[in-house]
């Protein structure tokens, strides 16, 4: 039976993406589960998730042998198990691909997170992971670095479906609105069918509380407010930059389609505050909200849908950031802080990723 809740939220205009993937999630057909039960129409995924996914489990054993056997290297591996189960995923939701004209039934796929500030090799890789997956509803996750922005571009520019990932302010998603507006250009004037192509730019949203929080008093009325009011305004920005009577225009009579605005990192991080703050809280049409599994289930639980929580609230979404400068707090400082760790723990996992895998693959060898 399919949940009133995340129903709700779908019919709202807000796609339901799983912020999950393991080879167990689709061996035991949990993945198609949720899809029925939940209404999940996407998946995202990032290093983190896969150092989880090979670090607990056992459904990567035979695939890890047959590595063993074909004496790949470690980078070889990873990027087999990981596009395997990217490329099942995208098997799975193929159907709500098709039946939204590309919208949705999305499965993203991060480059390499060694190639933040590497332009080139960002581009090289996202072509090298199309191929590798080989699959129309495939997503390639790059993020908003400086180096970033051109290879979005670029890859755009190609035909090639992007999620932009790691944004933290309205002005960095503006540049990065930009960058996608000068693919669809390029891709254009490439004779590509600008119709096909899809984005989607994933503005953080717990993350930048958190920060926020760590340098305001305990007892600050502001505490909770900054990550909402944040990304409230970047959907000001989409709803300028969209508009065809500017420069989107000519693009859209030839096919584009906006670049989608994306929640991410939608998990509540204090527990002082409601389990579904950032889902409830960002309700509009023409989002994507992705949800690792506690956020969805609590939202299924107990829920609530107060209309459009998003649009119409960019007056006092402002004052908000107003009053935490007038407080003390630097935003651009702390916007530039985020995108620099969530770089570096992408990093982090994806070594550790590495170190997992090393490790059993050794065992393995050890054993035979």
């Known amino acids: 039976m399919t949940n009133a809740n995340l129903a709700a939220l779908s019919a709202a205009g807000v796609s339901v993406w799983l912020d999950d993937l393991s080879r167990q999630l689709l061996t ?12 999940v129409v996407g998946v995202t995924t990032n290093p983190a998730i896969f150092q989880a996914a090979l670090g607990d489990s056992s459904a990567y054993e035979s695939a890890l042998a047959e590595a063993v056997r074909a004496d790949r290297d470690v980078d070889s591996v990873v990027r087999a198990l990981t596009t395997a189960d990217v490329r099942d995923a995208c ?5 709500v691909y098709e039946t939204t004209d590309g919208v949705d039934g999305r499965v993203s796929l991060e480059v390499d997170p060694r190639l933040a500030e590497d332009t080139e090799g960002t581009v090289t890789q996202a072509v090298e992971l199309v191929a590798a997956v080989d699959r129309p509803n495939l997503m390639i996750k790059i993020p908003a670095t400086a180096a970033g922005l051109p290879a979005i571009t670029e890859v755009i520019g190609r035909g090639i479906d992007v999620n932009v990932t790691l944004i933290f302010s309205a002005d960095q998603y503006r540049e990065v609105a930009e960058a996608y507006l000068a693919g669809l250009e390029k891709a254009a004037a490439a004779g590509q069918d600008l119709s096909r192509i899809h984005s989607v730019a994933s503005v953080f949203v717990s993350r930048l509380d958190s920060e926020i929080d760590s340098r305001l008093p305990g007892d600050s009325d502001l505490r909770g407010r900054a990550g909402l009011a ?6 000001d920005v989409y709803d300028e930059v969209y508009d065809t009577a500017g420069r989107f225009g000519d693009l859209a009579a030839r096919g584009a389609r906006p670049q989608r605005l994306l929640w991410a990192s939608t998990g509540v991080k204090d527990p002082a505050y409601p389990d579904t703050l950032y889902v409830s809280g960002l309700v509009t049409h023409g989002t994507v909200n992705t949800m690792p599994f506690p956020t969805m289930e609590a939202f299924a639980d107990h829920g609530v849908l107060e209309g459009d929580t998003v649009r119409g609230t960019g007056a006092a979404s402002r004052d908000t950031l107003e009053a935490l400068r007038a407080a003390g707090i630097d935003l651009d400082q702390v916007f530039t802080l985020l995108e620099q760790q969530g770089v570096q723990k992408f990093v982090s996992a994806w070594d550790d990723l590495l170190a997992t895998v090393t490790s059993r693959i050794d065992e393995i060898q050890s054993g035979s």
């Open 28 to 39: 035991s057909g949990e993945l198609e589960k949720r899809m029925s039960t939940y209404s």
């Open 91 to 95: 098997d799975v939701l193929a159907g």
């Open 230 to 235: 944040n990304a409230r305004l970047c959907q």
